[in-house]
């Protein structure tokens, strides 16, 4: 994930906007990491440089 696709993604619960937290790097690509909901308790995991945008009650 590109750290510019903040400035679009928001919260699917509550459309909130989203703080990254990168744990992996690839240069400038997020390889893993989450994505963390400023107005709601939501966490979306970033794996493989996809962030997992189903609301946590709908994940596997």
Do not use: F, H, Q, W
């Not at 990254?20 to 997020?30: C, F, H, K, N, S």
């Amino acid at each position: 994930m590109k750290p510019d696709l903040l400035d679009v993604l928001r919260c699917p619960v509550c459309r909130g906007e989203l703080t990254l937290t990168a744990t992996r790097r690839d240069g400038v690509e997020i390889v893993e990491g989450s994505l963390r909901c400023g107005a709601c308790p939501a966490d979306y995991p970033i794996e493989d440089g996809i962030p997992n945008l189903l609301p946590p009650d709908e994940r596997d």
